[in-house]
């Protein structure tokens, strides 16, 4: 495209196809180790059965404006994209594709299994790193990395069989958090806890050998059929005579103790609870205590089991409940029900209630790992933006226990543990498991063939967590990209991942995995809640990109989503952004257009410069300053509205109007110094814009000047900051053209005068020079224009007071002053009585105390802005009089 051939509008759809196709067929994101300083991201790696959300957006758009904000400053940078197995979610995905099928996981067996989970994987794995270049993240694509590549998996084998030999991984029976729907042990951080509306049922457990009863309340009336025990506080007068007697427990007829611990809490309830230590944390915790029997009464799918009364067995667990709370009733040991409401743990990728379960299962120590990686974020040598978030990371970290690192699950990396089946002749029993990284051919203790690998797999964090040092496949790009230097994140992972990273790479490199750490702000919607499916509040990305464009989104997302601050969105808030684009675009193409009857020509780069020259010049280097200070301290919020204002208020809306009048003029040379000077500047606020808005930046550098195969505005380098071209007394003599022109067009407004009407203009001002009083007449419109330090206010005008000036417009023959007396004045009367019934609501204290807050407010603002209003219409009353 030539200068002479930019379109009247901009499209988005075109010039983001073009540049996404130019950008990966000359491989511009490619970094290789070399002598230049490296920045380095590893990005987030999103699930592979993702799609990309709004949340996505935000995420990965602060990445890349941090990769290409580096990349123009002279880094070698390097962006590595990849996708995370996912195993619950990629297997629970395949698992229903087959049963679809009428198949069973089962049926098939685990290699079987495993080639539909990779056949799954390539069919659906690519959507969301299509959509991540659509958005027009400049990842190094050559890079992209799969946590299942032979490599990585190597490595996750590695970091399991290191920690083992090291003391720091064992296997244990434990009770752990179960998710009856994909029959896996999950971990603390993978359970959503909710409010949930449900019953509190009080159970009479008759004590054995008397008439006397112990009554205890539970929201979980089917685990009592696993009850062990009755506990009381030893120090509850009530059952001090009952401690060592003993219940029988309703229904099963099981005899179960009574004991004293010193956990129950006495003035809850009855202050006598049920033990069920297979069942419940704290009941475990009890039953160890006291040496009570642990007694499961579930299937991994949590229905009950064989260790039930038969009528009860093979129900599901809610199925379950309600049959024994009508036989409770039917016995007569139901003493009430109740409405209550408590918090239920559900496994977030199952979407069910969890089930506290004892289970085998590995388990790494973290109690001395978590040590180093707490000291790195301390001592400040890994910093948190915000800074909030090092006290969770410090409270998590200090209170951490064991980590349970395997699942049952199928998909994913299989621990590398054997076990020793024998063979007849063998006698021997090989209990100890074999730990390696490649399978071993024979047992070493009695060289049995016959060997069974650990059928679990490692909990995907346990895989991620070294993501930021083994997406690197060679020891020189390790030592060369590796510590990486940001990393931009959901504030929900700081646990699942942010703390792993740190500790892994303290741990297994003896080195922070990355120097700052970027905390993304919780995208809502309008009303302030959560996106999500079920509320159908999360517009889909691409087609918010489709109607108004990536960068539109990019930008859009940013400008209002200060760090730190929960982020209100909606599609149409991109309105901002669309605006934007189109206003950058219109003045690309103002410029270009003349630069085609206008030669360019350095030459006269500092000819014919005036105080307006010097003014936009100052206000680049001090935009150029502020913006680079907001992207250093992570603020991007900052950096956006540094760059709107710059561009869109003083360079479109002051530069370009005022720089019209010499491109319009009879002088060649001053056509052709202005027309130099703006398309230079132009072509540098395109770079500072550049990391934000890749796509129209890319589109207008490409013509502004002729271009090889192979150039990028992303390879351009940012300017220094010149403080010596800030021209102080510039911007002075600008700031007050604008204020008084300003205020021109506001006194317009406010009388009617029409746009195309010219006007008589008097300002009380110490002194003018002759290109200041003709830009202002210019852009104000103005006939002509009398200044004196001696002014008085002429009869009937309009007046306005700026810094440093008095404005007046004399008024008679430019309105019709009655008409416009008797518009105004019904204007004030219209607002006084509107006034009068807000007064009247605000004043009255049931709708102030009943109504909701935002309601009230909105009125508070009614009120002050119609103050406002009615203030300013005196004022031009008075001067219409």
């Known amino acids: 495209m030539s200068q002479n051939e930019i379109p009247k509008t901009y499209s988005p ?119 991540l270049k659509k958005l027009g993240a400049s990842c190094d694509w050559e890079r992209e990395r799969f946590t299942m590549d032979d490599h990585y998996y190597k490595k996750v084998i590695e970091a399991f069989v290191t920690l083992y030999n090291e003391g720091l991984i064992y296997r244990g029976y434990r009770m752990v958090n179960w998710c009856p729907a994909s029959k896996s042990a999950i971990s603390d951080e993978e359970v959503e806890y909710k409010t949930v509306n449900g019953k509190l049922w009080h159970i009479r457990y008759l004590v054995e050998g008397t008439q006397e009863h112990v009554i205890v309340a539970t929201t979980r009336p089917e685990t009592m059929l696993g009850d062990t025990g009755i506990a009381v506080n030893p120090n509850d007068e009530r059952y001090k005579n009952l401690v060592g007697k003993f219940v029988v427990l309703p229904i099963v007829g099981r005899r179960i103790p009574i004991f004293a611990d010193d956990y129950v809490d006495m003035d809850f309830g009855t202050g006598a609870v049920k033990v069920t230590p297979a069942h419940d944390v704290n009941d475990y915790a009890m039953g160890e205590r006291h040496n009570l029997e642990s007694i499961n009464i579930f299937n991994e799918d949590a229905t009950t089991n064989g260790n039930v009364p038969e009528e009860f067995q093979e129900l599901d667990r809610f199925v ?67 800074e909030h978030w090092i006290k969770t990371y410090e409270h998590w970290m200090t209170n951490i226990r064991d980590w349970c690192i395997s699942r049952q699950l199928w998909w994913g990396h299989q621990i590398p543990v054997w076990y020793c089946v024998g063979d007849d002749h063998c006698k021997l029993e090989c209990k100890e498991p074999i730990v390696s990284v490649e399978r071993p051919e024979r047992c070493p203790h009695c060289d049995s063939t016959n060997l069974r690998q650990e059928e679990d797999v490692l909990d995907t964090w346990a895989s991620s967590w070294l993501w930021a040092q083994d997406v690197f496949t060679t020891e020189e790009e390790q030592n060369y990209y590796y510590p990486t230097s940001l990393l931009v994140t959901a504030p929900d992972i700081i646990f699942f991942w942010v703390a792993r990273m740190i500790i892994a790479g303290t741990h297994f490199k003896n080195q922070i995995p990355f120097s700052d750490v970027y905390f993304t702000s919780l995208i809502r919607d309008e009303q302030g809640r959560k996106m999500s499916k079920s509320l159908g509040n999360s517009p889909d990305p691409i087609d918010v990109i489709t109607e108004y464009g990536a960068d539109a989104l990019r930008f859009t997302i940013n400008y209002v989503a200060p760090i730190g601050q929960d982020v209100l969105f909606s599609s149409d808030k991109c309105e901002i952004g669309r605006n934007f684009a189109n206003k950058i675009w219109n003045a690309g193409r103002f410029l270009l257009m003349n630069a085609d009857s206008i030669q360019k020509d350095q030459y006269y780069i500092d000819k014919h410069i005036d105080f307006t020259d010097r003014w936009i010049i100052s206000r680049y280097y001090d935009s150029l300053k502020r913006y680079k200070y907001s992207l250093d301290n992570f603020d991007i919020n900052g950096a956006t509205k540094i760059l709107y204002s710059f561009i869109w208020n003083d360079f479109c809306d002051w530069y370009i109007e005022l720089a019209k009048n010499r491109l319009y003029s009879d002088d060649e040379e001053v056509k052709v110094a202005v027309i130099t000077r703006s398309l230079n500047l132009f072509e540098e606020l395109l770079k500072m814009l550049h990391p934000i808005m890749p796509f129209i930046t890319e589109e207008l550098w490409s013509v502004i000047a002729e271009r090889k195969k192979g150039d990028s505005i992303g390879f351009a380098l ?55 009083i003709d830009y202002i007449k210019l852009l104000g419109k103005v006939e002509s224009l009398n200044h004196s330090a001696d002014l008085t206010k002429p009869k009937t005008s309009a007046s306005s007071v700026v810094k440093g000036c008095e404005i007046y417009i004399p008024l008679e023959g ?10 105004i004045d019904k204007e004030i009367k219209r607002i006084e009585g509107a006034l009068i019934g807000v007064e009247r609501k605000l004043s009255n204290e049931k709708f102030v105390g009943r109504a909701p807050t935002d309601v009230v407010e909105k009125e508070k603002t009614k009120k002050a802005d119609w103050e406002n209003s009615l203030e300013k219409l005196r004022e031009i009353f008075a001067d219409l009089s």
């Open 320 to 386: 379950a409940r309600k049959k024994i709370v009508a036989r409770l009733k039917e016995l007569g040991d139901l003493v009430k029900e109740e409405d209550y409401q408590n918090k239920v743990g559900y496994s977030q990728r199952g979407g069910v209630p969890i089930e506290p379960y004892l289970s085998e299962q590995w388990f790494m120590k973290m109690d001395e790992l978590v040590k180093p990686a707490l000291e790195v974020v301390r001592d400040g040598q890994i910093k948190f933006h915000p």
């Open 814 to 823: 430019l309105i019709d002053l009655e008409v416009e007396r008797q518009r």
């Open 13 to 131: 759809r075109d010039s983001e196809d073009k540049w996404s196709s130019y950008w990966l067929e000359n491989k511009i994101f490619h970094s290789e180790p070399d002598e230049k300083e490296p920045f380095t991201i590893v990005i987030p790696p999103p699930n592979v059965t993702g799609i990309l959300h709004i949340g996505h957006i935000l995420n990965n758009t602060i990445q890349d404006v941090y990769i290409r904000y580096k990349r123009m400053l002279g880094y070698n940078v390097c962006w590595v994209p990849g996708t995370d197995h996912a195993s619950i979610a990629t297997e629970s995905k395949v698992v229903n594709l087959l049963k679809e099928n009428g198949i069973s996981k089962y049926d098939i067996g685990r290699e079987e299994f495993l080639k539909h989970c990779w056949e799954w994987t390539e069919k659906y794995g690519g959507i969301i790193i299509n959509q």
């Open 718 to 772: 940012l300017p220094e900051i010149d403080e010596t071209k800030i021209d102080a007394k510039a911007i002075s003599d600008m700031t007050l053209i604008q204020n008084i022109v300003t205020a021109i067009r506001n006194i317009r407004g406010e009388m009617n005068i029409p746009p195309s009407k010219k006007i008589n203009v008097e300002l009380k001002i110490e002194s003018l020079e002759q290109n200041q």
